[in-house]
C-alpha cells in the first residue's frame, strides 16, 4: 500500500489528509484526516518545522509497516548537498524504513541532481520528484504511471481537493 499525505492551513488549524492507494489506482481506497493547532509560522527554509508534526498525527492512523512508501507535496531535498526537506526530515521520523517520495509542482533553485523532472499527459510543466530511501528515477517512473491523463496523476489530485475541503469529517 502506498500513502500520500498533504496538509492543508486556514486560520490556527492545519488539516491533514492521508489517503492510501496502490500505484496502479486510479482511486483513493482509503481517507484520514486529523485536524490540529500550535503550529508555529513559516520560517523560509525550515517548512518542515511547521508541516511535519501535523504530517506525523495523521501517519498515526495507519500501520506504517503496511506501506511501501509514503508521498509528500514537496521536496525531499532542497538541494544538491542532500540538505533534508520536509520529506527528508520525514524519512528520518520513520527512522529511514520506509521510502519517501516528494512530488513539488515547482522548481526549486537549489535542487538540480537530485531532483528528477517529468512531464505526463500532454502537459509541458514538469513534476518535481526527489525521494529518499528508493532511487529518485524509480521514484519518478512510479509517480509517471500513476493513473490520470494530466500533469499530477488522480490520486494525487483527489488528495489535494480533500485537504483543501471545509475542515468537516
Given at each position: 500500500?502506498?500513502?500520500?499525505?498533504?496538509?492543508?492551513?486556514?486560520?490556527?488549524?492545519?488539516?491533514?489528509?492521508?489517503?492510501?492507494?496502490?500505484?496502479?489506482?486510479?482511486?483513493?481506497?482509503?481517507?484520514?484526516?486529523?485536524?490540529?493547532?500550535?503550529f508555529g509560522?513559516?520560517?523560509?527554509?525550515?517548512?518542515?518545522?511547521?508541516?511535519?508534526?501535523?504530517?506525523?498525527?495523521?501517519?498515526?492512523?495507519?500501520?506504517?509497516?503496511?506501506?511501501?512508501?509514503?508521498?509528500?507535496?514537496?521536496?525531499?531535498?532542497?538541494?544538491?548537498?542532500?540538505?533534508?526537506?520536509?520529506?527528508?526530515?520525514?524519512?528520518?521520523?520513520?527512522?529511514?524504513?520506509?521510502?519517501?517520495?516528494?512530488?513539488?509542482?515547482?522548481?526549486?533553485?537549489?535542487?538540480?541532481?537530485?531532483?528528477?523532472?517529468?512531464?505526463?499527459?500532454?502537459?509541458?510543466?514538469?513534476?518535481?520528484?526527489?525521494?529518499?530511501?528508493?532511487?529518485?528515477?524509480?521514484?519518478?517512473?512510479?509517480?509517471?504511471?500513476m493513473a490520470?491523463?494530466?500533469?499530477?496523476?488522480?490520486?494525487?489530485?483527489?488528495?489535494?481537493?480533500?485537504?483543501?475541503?471545509?475542515?468537516?469529517?
Amino acid at each position: 500500500m502506498i500513502a500520500a499525505v498533504d496538509v492543508y492551513y486556514k486560520e490556527e488549524i492545519a488539516k491533514s489528509v492521508l489517503v492510501t492507494f496502490e500505484w496502479s489506482d486510479a482511486a483513493v481506497r482509503q481517507v484520514f484526516c486529523h485536524r490540529s493547532s500550535g503550529f508555529g509560522e513559516y520560517i523560509p527554509d525550515q517548512f518542515y518545522l511547521r508541516e511535519l508534526p501535523s504530517v506525523l498525527s495523521v501517519l498515526k492512523y495507519i500501520s506504517i509497516a503496511e506501506i511501501e512508501a509514503v508521498i509528500i507535496d514537496g521536496y525531499v531535498y532542497v538541494d544538491d548537498d542532500f540538505s533534508y526537506g520536509l520529506g527528508g526530515h520525514l524519512w528520518e521520523n520513520l527512522d529511514k524504513k520506509i521510502p519517501v517520495i516528494g512530488v513539488a509542482k515547482k522548481g526549486y533553485y537549489g535542487n538540480k541532481k537530485t531532483v528528477a523532472e517529468i512531464c505526463r499527459g500532454k502537459s509541458k510543466k514538469p513534476l518535481f520528484v526527489s525521494s529518499a530511501g528508493i532511487d529518485v528515477n524509480i521514484a519518478a517512473g512510479f509517480i509517471k504511471k500513476m493513473a490520470g491523463n494530466y500533469r499530477i496523476p488522480d490520486v494525487l489530485k483527489k488528495l489535494d481537493s480533500l485537504t483543501k475541503e471545509a475542515m468537516q469529517y
